[in-house]
């Protein structure tokens, strides 16, 4: 009761929030990707590509997932998308950044990496199956089998990825 108010004066800056629009973009880009309404539209998605590759090094965890996630349906989709095969080789790169980054045998589904690690997984696993302009060379394969046999002797969920991508390779 008799205590006074100050108003504190809050520094802001217009790039504060922005990544909130980002992240808005990515998920209609996401959906719209994932319901094939991407038809007669590969004009439009091959200028997005350098953008996605930048969300996907970019700092907020559910821009890179979003990110990671509208590659491997633009994979899948077999979209012929100029700057797609132009970049593959950068995104498979940060793709495997990230898992060498935040794949450890400590993380849990509680933990906030665990669906972007899981999301890279299986892009990894369509990168595989279905771009034949790519091929994983002998140090990718190797930290990916160490991956599953580090996922095999310690998960005990069977939610695992490790046996789609075993299978992949």
Not at 5 to 13: A, I, P, R
Not at 147 to 162: F, P
């Amino acid at each position: 009761r008799g205590a006074s108010t100050t108003t504190k004066n809050v520094k802001s800056s217009k790039q504060t929030n922005s990544y909130v629009l980002v992240e808005f973009g990515l998920e209609m880009l996401h959906i719209s990707l994932k319901k094939k309404k991407s038809d007669g539209l590969e004009g439009f998605l091959d200028p997005l590509v350098p953008f996605l590759v930048d969300a996907m090094k970019g700092n907020f965890l559910k821009v890179n997932m979003l990110s990671v996630r509208c590659f491997a349906i633009m994979w899948h989709q077999k979209l012929e998308l100029e700057s797609l095969r132009k970049f593959t080789d950068g995104i498979a790169s940060e793709i495997f950044a990230i898992l060498h980054k935040y794949a450890t045998t400590e993380i849990s589904r509680k933990d906030n990496h665990y669906l972007l690690v899981k999301s890279s997984f299986k892009s990894v696993v369509v990168l595989i199956r279905h771009v034949d302009y790519y091929t994983v060379n002998e140090n990718q394969l190797k930290t990916l089998l160490l991956y599953i046999e580090q996922d095999l002797t310690i998960a005990n969920d069977k939610d695992t990825i490790s046996f789609v991508l075993l299978k992949a390779i």
